[in-house]
């Protein structure tokens, strides 16, 4: 696992930084908007984005004196390729499991019928 997926993988352990991305699925939002809707002060909403952007889950622009942050829609496709690796790794596992079960399930059908 590479530092940048370590990071990004820390920074969504906490659960306000997953609220706030959560709410920024919606659209950019400015830092106050934010602030109003988590029951943490401004700075630390602020602290929160950061981290975040240092994960390369949001990014940011200014329009005026405010800054808007939304995702990064880059940072998002480096952590689908992590967990894709094990949604496969489960599927595969599934199929392995339902050919299995059809196959005995077909098996003792085969017995039943010759009994008869």
Known sequence: ?????????????????????????????????????????????????????????????AVGARRFYELDPAGFASLRDYFDQFWSQALASFQRHVESVDSDAAAAAQTRKERR
Not at 5 to 24: F, K, V
Not at 33 to 38: I, V
Not at 39 to 46: D, H, K, W
Request: positive net charge; proline residues 5%.
């Open 1 to 61: 696992m590479n530092a940048q997926l370590e990071t990004q993988l820390q920074a969504l352990g906490d659960s306000t930084r997953r609220g706030i991305l959560a709410q920024l699925r919606s659209g950019p939002v400015n830092v106050a908007e934010l602030a109003r809707r988590f029951p943490v002060s401004r700075p630390a909403i602020s602290q929160h984005l950061r981290v975040l952007k240092e994960a390369q889950l949001v990014r940011d622009r």
